[in-house]
Each structure stands twice: as C-alpha cells, then as structure tokens.
C-alpha cells in the first residue's frame, strides 16, 4: 500500500506540473488520468515446490484444492503526459490466496482396512506494480499509437505443506520460496476518440527475467471502451488476459507459480 501511495503522489505531481504547458494535446489523450477500480477475473492458480525430501507435485488451488475461480482484485493505474506526445505510466496489483484440503477416511485393498489421513495446505501472494515512459505517435486527428519502456517489480511468497498418514504410518513435507526482482518491461498502446464523451483504448506488454533467484515471465494484453459523462470524470470498462510463469529458489529449494486470469474490469477514471 506505502508503495501505491508513492506512486500515485509522484504522478499526481508530475500531472499538476506539466498542466502549466498550453500546447493542444492528442484527442485521445489527457493531461492526467487517473483510474481505480475491481478486476473480476477467472483466475487458474498452480503451484508446486521442491526441495529435501519433498517431491514437486504441482498443486491445482481450484481443482485440488476446491477454491473458486473468480476473485476480485483492486486495480489502479496513472498515466501522466509530460511533453504533449510523451508521457509517465505506473500500475500494479496485489494478488492473495490460501487454500487447503482434508482426506481423513477408511479404504479397503484386497479386503484389508487402510485408515488414511491426510492433508495439503497452499499460500500464494504475489505483487506486481509497473512504471514505463511511454513514446505516442499521431497518425490522425483521433488516434494515437505508442510505444514504452520501463520496469516492473514482483515479490512472489508460497509454501506447500502437505502431509499423509496410512495405519499409524506418517510422512510430511514442507516447501516454501520467495523472492523478488526488477525486471525490464515493454509495452505498445493504441488510443482513439470517438467525440468528446467516448473513447477506446488497447494495451500488450511483456516482462521476462531469465536469471537470478526470482525468474520468469508475465504478458499483459487489455482491450477497453471509456465514457466520461463530465468533463473531469467517468468510468472506463475493460477486458484483461494476464499469463504469469514464475520460479523463485531458495538455498535448496525451488518454488513454481503458475496464474492464469483474465476477466472485466470496472473502473472510475478521473482526468485533468
């Protein structure tokens, strides 16, 4: 949260200092945006973990575990134009799940009693926020394209604990991995102004980390129409399909998280 209010503050700062220049910006364009709103995707979440003595089955939280594949995620994002054709963007989200499954039964084998006991627990948190500066081009009176480079930071923390116990007989095995990395970011933008009142935008970025003890990728693509009823606000809906792919190692072990989600999104955006 310290980390939103930073980036937000920066933006807002930079947005109220670039409003002095009076040159005519892009249509599709404002001086200052600001977005905040819910992210209701279906989310598909694997994870798995190796390490000493614990072999690494993957963890299905929606199948394995029974837990819900939609969840809502708080998002926001600011976009800040310095130069009337270039400009500052960040973003990011926070994403948390914890799930958990009991076996506790009796199975029969070739007529014998197997009392069976057993147990898996999984915790998942991951953080992501972005910032770019972003480069936009002028093809015609309504629409601009873009190009931007920048970073992101992600911190991912998981554990698996898991345990099974057959006739008195026990085993239990624990893995954790956690981790954090800057990573370079890429991304293209298109925008278009229909009138005064409706516009629509589309977005792709890409992230990837081939090295070091937090490695993988995250891709990014949102497709999305915004009414501004009043001058300085409105709302914006969007669709958004993220693929995320990380591994983070720890000493001896090794951790693996799979996200999958995508889904619409509501938002109240607030321009200047």
């Not at 980036?7 to 001086?31: F, K, M, N, Q, T």
């Not at 200052?32 to 209701?40: E, H, N, R, T």
């Not at 991995?177 to 990573?183: F, K, L």
């Not at 992230?207 to 009414?227: A, C, D, M, S």
Request: hydrophobic share 40%.
């Amino acid at each position: 949260m310290k980390l939103q209010g930073m980036l937000c503050r920066s933006a807002v700062a930079l947005g109220v200092s670039a409003a002095a220049a009076h040159a005519e910006i892009p249509a599709p364009l404002d001086r200052l945006a600001i977005s905040f709103g819910d992210f209701y995707p279906t989310v598909e979440t694997r994870v798995s973990a190796n390490g000493p003595g614990v072999v690494g089955s993957e963890v299905d939280f929606q199948h394995d575990l029974g837990l819900s594949e939609h969840r809502s995620l708080p998002a926001f994002r600011v976009d800040a134009l310095l130069f009337d054709s270039q400009g500052l963007s960040f973003g990011g989200y926070t994403y948390s799940k914890q799930a958990s499954a009991r076996l506790d039964r009796d199975l029969v084998f070739d007529d014998d009693v197997f009392r069976v006991n057993a147990f898996v627990d999984a915790k998942l948190t991951l953080r992501a926020y972005h910032a770019e500066w972003r480069w936009w081009l002028t093809p015609d009176d309504n629409d601009v394209v873009g190009v931007g480079l920048g970073g992101a930071w992600y911190d991912l923390r998981g554990t698996i604990d898991g345990g099974l116990s057959i006739n008195g007989g026990s085993v239990h095995g624990r893995g954790s991995a956690e981790g954090d990395a800057i990573a370079p970011l890429v991304s293209f933008g298109w925008r278009h102004s229909f009138n005064d009142a409706w516009r629509a935008y589309a977005d792709l970025s890409g992230v990837r980390k081939p090295f070091g003890t937090l490695q993988g990728h995250l891709v990014n693509g949102t497709l999305g129409i915004e009414y501004m009823p009043w001058k300085n606000a409105g709302f914006a809906l969007e669709y958004s399909a993220n693929d995320l792919d990380l591994k983070a190692t720890k000493e001896s072990w090794e951790g693996r998280a799979r996200i999958h989600f995508y889904g619409p999104a509501a938002l109240v955006r607030v321009r200047l």
